[in-house]
């Protein structure tokens, strides 16, 4: 069983980051689910967790707070398309794709900021 069923976070401006997380979810294999009045949701083909994206007028993001969303990708070529794929649909890059020894050898990811200055990272990180 997984620990999460979904992950929700909020967003000022609905289609631009509906736009932008289409472009990279693509790039991890997932498809946009769901769409209702100020929310749009994304799935892993296959099924999985999802991610929902909602609309807040009065949104505040704080920066470098600790947190983030961290998606598994199923390889390192995953990695690098999700992060080109953000910085193309306006990204900020906060890590390019690499290994991360500080974790562990096998730990490659890259880091992002989304257009609302979310912390998203991909990981391909196998335990073997």
Known sequence: MTMFHHVSIGVADLERSAAFYDAVM??????????????????????????????RDDLTVVPDDGRHIAFQAQSRAQVDAFHAAAMVAGATDDGAPGVRPEYRDTYYGAFVLDPDGHKLEAVHAPRD
């Open 26 to 55: 693509a790039a991890l294999g997932h498809t946009r689910f769901m769409e209702k009045p100020g929310t749009v949701s994304w799935w892993p083909t296959g099924g999985g967790q999802a991610l929902w994206i909602n609309q």
